[in-house]
């Protein structure tokens, strides 16, 4: 063999250079025998030259210690680098032949929990992106698929992996997927565990085997997922026509893991808080985003699994539209009109800070160092709102038509955005060229509007701008659907909602035979993610707060009246406005509005979202003054509604616990109304309910309430004596000190908070439990003297030598510094710098840093 060469420099890959194999796959073996820090790894895989693309045999490989190789039986020549394997073409057979290695792996010692790794005594693997080159010699890239039969020897007894079980015996198990995959989706898993069992009879009567395992201990909290699971089984074929195609379907909940979850064929690994439920341990919050997830990962089954994705530029090929069915399935089970405005929030808290920062990139990304650096709110959440306009489009008739094509003539190939949008086109007979836009342009489009009335008609006057972002100077106009309704002044609706499609960079859209001028209602169910500004009055969003049939735009004028609240709060000093407080009580008091609705109407705008408002408008954002505004704003709600909002704690209790969209929503105002009440009653109802509560909802919620107020000391050592043996609990209990402390005391809690006993860096729901909260407490992060910013880095720049992915991803808490004053940047530009100064700093962070730094 020749020689390890030099470690090869980061390199950036370019979507035009993407080019088929030089190799195909047919079958793949595998035998996994397990040991902490010397599993061995045996591969025989069937390879065919492309004939299209003949040429060298490249195989993938890192940190793998490489025992033998044969192919056909016999050695060769071959060149190991620390990123590749490589047989010359010349030294290859003529016509197919069978690749044979063994390698040796240490999945103990494995931090990055990537590929092959053990968490808390159990071995389990991730793989997705490009973690299957450190498991072993292998093209592991999407569009190279295999079927794959898989061994597993080990003494521990659960041993799992993709497919249908084969056969076992004492100390192996066997394991064979029918349906060819790319290596993405390998997963295996061995440990002591316990199993949720269940059953499932799918659309054409195949009997499905169920399980959820899980650790000693956590049996109890399987019962709510296995529930969300049959449920996205049953959606699934009633919706898209989808049918489960293996004999068992597997979960597996993992402590450690750098992400919620992650789809691989029939064996879903799940990081434990994403799966696990109870409702003592459990917000209602958990419970939706574990049926939310579950879901995801099964609806993959079909949207990334069985049509897979050609290069990993398509990511939101299957992301995307994988986020958009969960979304829906997510409205189904509970409320579409709730839905819609989390989704928003998380869309303008996530998407739009992205998409107006230095990381801004188009929801098909044109090049990348590392990949998992684009696994982001862009590709995810855009991705999916690029389904959502290209359904109000085309209409449900034909998004469903153009869906069943797309399963139809890619069903087991690995494919493009092209390929998609060209299902769509057919079935419409439309050019979706312009459409195609949405997934190459970067940048949230700025849409505004202005109104004229004469005679009997009204015209809608839009303008749209999408402003440059890095590499890309110029924009052009995109599609947008735009769904509007005009509603009269006696409240009645004169439209109904409408989908104007504009295409140009200023379009008029007229509507005739009024009677009079009517109010529009612009942007139902925020049709399209832009930016919009209106030139309207407190009066008109305070009628259309009454009287929008549209339950998005309902609250959106409510949260629009909140902001311009706060923003003359910071930026004038004024008083509260009096009406604003009267239309939100107006909304609080109101029994005919769903619960949840009101608690969300009764949500103030983040400080990061009044930030990001402030700096658009030119000004540079004060965290403290941002602060110091919604606290008084707090206060003034509190005092404005003091005579409402004892009763409203009592009348809101929603009796014995369930985790369902009423339950929750009921919870969800109760705790809202709660931490207005801590403000001016001492606590006290506060301190009455988590001594009561039964149920982690409300239990946290008191606590967080007390917190708010500046109180709950005594309450936050009772919950610690309580819950100390519970991780996920505990997650809470880290995260909530942080989130709430004041300030200029948030360094100080993070700092002595990682000297905790309990605290783990290693493990990355704790780690984001302290670090995710103080990146997400505004002013406390922002701290004038810099110590947020210090203790962030510090953490970040140890941590890059165990986890390079949750450390890149946690460097987006910086992303936003180019918004702040000269001192606050200069402080930011430091600790950047001290980050990317570290020796053997991960390619991961290190394009990160080198991006957010611009
Ligand atoms: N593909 C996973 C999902 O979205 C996410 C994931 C990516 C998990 C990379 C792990 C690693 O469902
Ligand atoms: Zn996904």
Redesign the pocket.
């Known amino acids: 063999m020749k020689d390890a060469s030099a470690p090869t420099a980061p390199q950036t890959i370019y979507l035009k250079d993407y080019a088929a194999p030089h190799h195909w796959v047919d079958t793949v073996h595998l035998t996994f025998t397990l040991a902490p820090q010397a599993t061995r790894v045996l591969s025989r895989i069937a390879f065919v030259p492309n004939a299209e693309n003949p040429g060298d045999l490249v195989l993938n490989g890192e940190q793998l210690t490489l025992l033998s190789l044969r192919i056909d039986g016999e050695s060769v020549e071959y060149a190991v680098t620390d990123t590749h394997l490589t047989v010359a073409q010349a030294d290859l057979p003529s016509g197919a032949f069978t690749f044979e290695a063994e390698v040796e792996i240490s999945p103990q010692t494995n931090t990055a929990l990537?590929g092959l790794y053990m968490s808390s005594g159990m071995y389990c693997t991730?793989?997705?992106?490009e973690?299957f080159r450190k498991i072993t010699y292998y093209p592991d890239r999407p569009d190279v698929m295999g079927v794959f039969t898989v061994r597993v020897e080990s003494e521990l007894p659960v041993l799992l992996s993709n497919g249908n079980p084969v056969a076992s015996g004492k100390g192996w198990a066997e394991w064979h997927d029918p349906w060819k995959k790319p290596a993405?989706l390998f997963a295996l898993v061995a440990g002591d565990l316990i199993a949720h069992n269940d059953s499932f009879t799918t659309m054409s009567g195949k009997e499905v085997d169920l399980n959820i395992y899980v650790r000693k201990g956590d049996e109890d909290k399987c019962a709510f997922g296995m529930a969300a699971l049959k449920a996205s089984m049953t959606w699934d074929e009633e919706v898209y026509g989808r049918e489960y195609d293996l004999d068992i379907f597997n979960i597996v909940a993992v402590d450690d893991?750098?992400?919620?979850?992650?789809?691989n064929k029939g064996l879903n690994?799940f990081n434990s808080s994403c799966v696990l439920a109870s409702p003592e341990t459990s917000t209602d919050a958990t419970f939706e985003r574990v049926e939310g997830?579950i879901a995801?990962?099964y609806f993959?089954n079909w949207t990334?699994n069985r049509i897979t994705c050609r290069d990993w530029f398509q990511l939101c090929l299957?992301?995307g539209l994988?986020?958009y069915r969960d979304q829906m399935f997510s409205g189904d089970m509970r409320s579409h009109p709730v839905k819609r405005i989390e989704e928003v929030l998380q869309l303008r808290a996530r998407q739009f800070r992205e998409d107006n920062g230095p990381l801004a990139h188009p929801v098909r990304p044109e090049s990348f160092v590392e990949i998992?650096n684009f696994?982001t709110a862009t590709v995810?959440e855009k991705g999916a709102e690029i389904i959502g306009m290209l359904r109000r489009l085309v209409g449900d008739e034909a998004y469903y038509a153009g869906c069943a094509l797309y399963f139809d003539r890619f069903d087991g190939q690995a494919v493009t955005i092209e390929d998609w949008l060209a299902c769509f086109a057919q079935v419409t007979g439309r050019d979706l060229a312009q459409f195609q836009q949405w997934y190459s342009q970067a940048g949230t489009p700025r849409l505004s509007v202005t109104e004229a009335f004469s005679g009997d008609s009204f015209t809608l006057t839009f303008t749209q701008e999408t402003p440059p972002t890095p590499g890309q100077a110029v924009k052009k106009p995109q599609v947008l659907p735009i769904a509007v309704g005009l509603i009269a002044a006696d409240g009645t609706e004169v439209l109904p909602t409408t989908v104007l499609e504009m295409t140009q960079a200023s379009q008029s859209f007229t509507f005739s035979g009024l009677a009079a001028r009517p109010t529009a209602s612009i942007l139902r169910d925020f049709s399209a993610p832009v930016i919009l500004t209106r030139d309207i009055d407190a009066t008109t969003r305070a009628f259309l707060l009454a009287h929008d049939t549209d339950p998005f735009n309902k609250w959106e004028m409510g949260r629009m009246l909140a902001k311009d609240t706060l923003i003359a709060m910071i930026t004038r000093n004024e008083a509260p406005a009096g009406d604003y407080l009267d239309a939100l009580k107006a909304v609080l008091t109101d029994d005919s509005l769903d619960p949840a609705f009101r608690a969300l109407t009764l949500g103030l705008p983040s400080q990061d979202d009044l930030a990001q408002t402030l700096f658009d408008a030119g000004q540079t954002p004060d965290p403290m003054a941002i602060y110091e505004a919604r606290e008084a704003l707090r206060h003034a709600l509190a005092h404005h509604f003091a005579d409402v909002l004892p009763d409203l704690f009592a009348q809101l209790d929603a009796g014995t616990f369930k985790p369902d969209a009423d339950g929750s929503g009921k919870r969800s105002l109760r705790m809202s109304v709660l931490s207005l009440l801590s403000l001016i009653d001492a606590g006290k109802a506060a301190q009455g309910l988590f001594e009561s509560a039964d149920n982690m909802t409300e239990q946290a919620g008191s606590l967080l309430a007390l917190l708010g107020a500046g109180k709950g000391e005594e309450e936050l050592a009772s919950f610690y004596a309580q819950w100390f043996h519970d991780r996920l609990v505990m997650d809470k209990w880290f995260m909530m000190q942080v989130a709430t402390a004041a300030p200029l005391e948030a360094a100080q809690i993070v700092a002595k908070l990682t000297q905790h006993a309990d605290f783990n860096a290693k493990n990355p729901n704790r780690f984001r439990a302290v670090f995710g909260a103080l990146a997400a407490n505004h002013a406390g992060f922002h701290a004038p003297d810099g110590g947020g910013y210090k203790l962030l880095a510090d953490a970040l720049i140890d941590l890059d030598s165990l986890n390079p992915?949750t450390t890149a991803r946690l460097c987006t808490a910086f992303e936003t510094w180019r918004r702040y004053d000269g001192d606050r940047q200069s402080m930011i530009r430091d600790q950047l710098m001290r980050i990317l100064a570290k020796p053997d700093l991960s390619r991961d962070t290190t394009e990160m840093v080198t991006r957010i730094l611009g």
């Open positions: 990537e991730q793989c997705e992106a973690g993405y893991f750098n992400m919620g979850a992650m789809e690994i997830i995801h990962e993959h990334g299957k992301e994988t986020v998992n696994y995810y992915q």
